[in-house]
Structures are given as C-alpha cells and as structure tokens.
C-alpha cells in the first residue's frame, strides 16, 4: 500500500504533474464505504452525486469488491482477437435486461457516442451522414462527441468541428421533422439530459422521434450513460417510455466505478459493424466486464431498481416540501434517483456550502443542484443530506 500524503501534499504533487484541466476543490478523498467517503484528513463526506453517476452500488460494494478481486486473480487481460467469458456474460445481461441487442465494449461514455456515431453512418444509406441531437444536450469530450453536444462553452477553441450535426430544440418535434433530410442518418438524444440541468424528454416526444426514423430509414440513438444501469428507477430510462431505440450507449455505473463503456445495438444493427471497421485494445477487458456483471447482478439480486423508486419519490416529496419553505428553490424535478433542482439564483455558493458541511452533490447548468446518490441509498441518508441542503440554502446569500 503508498504511503499515505496529507492534502497538502498530494495538491502540491498535482501543481507540479497533473494537467490542470479539471477545476477541483481542495479535498483529497481517500476511502469510501457505502454512501460515504472520507478525506486525507478523516473528515466524512456524504455522497448524494456518486461521481457524476458512477459509483451506482455506493463505494467499494461488497459484491463489486469480491467479483473485481476474483477476477484480477484470475485473468486481467486478454485482447479482442480472442474470446474471454465476462465480455460475453455482460453482453448477455445487458441484451436480456434491454431490448435484445448486441454490445460493443469501450471504456468511456466518450467512445461509446463515437461508435454509436460511426455505426449510424455504417447503417444507413451511402449519402446519409448528419445526426440531429439536441439543445443543452451533453454527450462527451472527444470531437465526435463534442460535435453531438449542443452546448457552445464546449465548443470553444476546438472548431472546426466534426461536420453534419444540427442543434433542434428539445421536445420539439416539428423541428426534427423540418431538420430531417435525405442526408440524416440518425437521430441522438439523452432520455433525460443530465449536464444540461435534468431535462426530461416527452414520451410522446421520443415516440415522434421512433416514428421519424423508421419512416426515413435513420437509426434512433438514446444516449444513456448518465440515465442507463438503474439511475432513473428502470434499468434503462427508455423503458419508463415504452420507446425502444435502434442504438444505446452506456457508460458511467455499468461498471460500478471500474472504467467501461458499451454501445448497445439491435442484431440488425449491430450486423453492419464488421471486423475490421472499429476496436478498442481495453474495450470489454476481463476486470471491467466482470464488474458490469457484478452491478448488473446486484441491482437485480438486491431489487435496487425498487430502492430507486422507492427513496427516489421519498427524496422528491421532502424536497417538494423545503420548497414550500425556500423560495430560492423554483422546481423540483427527475425519475427514480436523478434528481434536479431549479433554484432561482446561481446553485455554486450552495454546492460549495454543503460540500463545507460534509455533504456532496453537483451544481450543473448554473442554476441546478444535481442529486444523483447510490442506487443502495437509504431513507435515512436522503434526510441527512436534505437537512444539510436546507441550512446551505439558509446561508449563502
Ligand atoms: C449523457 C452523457 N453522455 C456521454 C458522456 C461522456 O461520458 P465520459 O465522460 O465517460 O466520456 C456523459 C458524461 O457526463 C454524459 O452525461
């Protein structure tokens, strides 16, 4: 085990030899149990964001611990030109738990939009390449993915970007149909857009949508690497709609906190991806895999979709209820554990506030706290984190 570094220390160290692109608050974590994690200074921290969605079982699950363990005892690696079991276990999980599609593993929601992007063009007609996606939309850092996202703060610096993508409002569907053209090959959306401020998508919105694409021979993608994996109450959010898409990718608590991504494809699809055409070297490695089969396995073992449900209501009722005694808060909105909340005024005092006080949580879009806590998280937890909110909105100005 490292030898253990004060704060101080490993920010210095990070001064010195981490690329600065991330602005991050002075708190160095170092060990996390259930909804809990702990600094380098002892201090316990509520985690009601599960970093950014990630941590879906909580910190370091006991079933994502045994099955990580085993599995690096075991067989850490073997490259894509040979067969190994927990790539193929997931695939089947993932296909029997959605809509009986085929998995391509990478390693990032990043690369999963970049190959549900390049398998649209696959797909479609020679002349078709553009995608339509959508305002306030967030689908990655890499060019594919930042051409897709709709939000121009990312764009900065890095035109020209990837060519054929057109920004349509959301929830608006004669403008997709107006958008649409012979050259459109797909349509990318985010059932309910996470950075973008917990915006949900209308069924009959996404229904509009399925219909558009199967009338102009385009591939309908859901990116769900914020919604995927239990977040939202089901274990994809496009089954609260009934809507089934032709591509879906996910990321963020497939694996639990161990880095994977995974384009999921109808077979017909999925077909038009042949050798050859895309790869990753990491993508679907032993380790990784065999702890998607671990989340997958505890969500549906432990009926945490139920628990999502469950204290996901819970946690929208008693914020409901803080708004009738805050104004700052303007709506109170999401599904299952995606939670957001529209203040009135800029949310950042009031995330740094209870970040002070032990609890975190995320401020996107300016004015929208984010609560995205562990699909295991109890009611009890809910009320400490709740009454840690109240006295930061009490208190920042
Ligand atoms: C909806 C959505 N798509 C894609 C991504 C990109 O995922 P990653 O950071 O793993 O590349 C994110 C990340 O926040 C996301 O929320």
Sequence with gaps: MAELLSTQETIEMFDKYVVANYGRLPVVLVRGEGSYVWDADGKRYLDLFSGWAVTSLGHCHPKLVAAVREQVGTLIFMANHLYTQPQGRLAKLLSETSFGGKCFFCNSGAEAIEAALKLAR????????KVLTFEDSFH????????????????????PLLAGFEYLPLNDLDAVRGAADDETCGILVEPIQGEGGVNLCTREFLQGLRDLCDERGMVLIFDEVQTGVGRTGKMFAYQHTGVVPDMMTLAKHLGGGVAIGALVAKPEVAASMKPGTHASTFGGNCVAAAAGCAVIQTILEDHLLDNANEVGGYAVAKLRELQQRQPKIRQVRGLGLM???ELAESGAGVFKACLGKGLLINCTHDTVLRFMPPLTVSREEIDEGLAILAAALEEVD
């Design 140 to 159: 990655g850092r890499t060019f594919g993915a930042i051409s897709a996202t709709a939000q121009s703060k990312y764009h900065q610096g890095f035109q």
């Design 339 to 341: 939670i957001g909340i």
């Design 122 to 129: 696959l797909h479609t007609a020679k002349e078709k390449y």
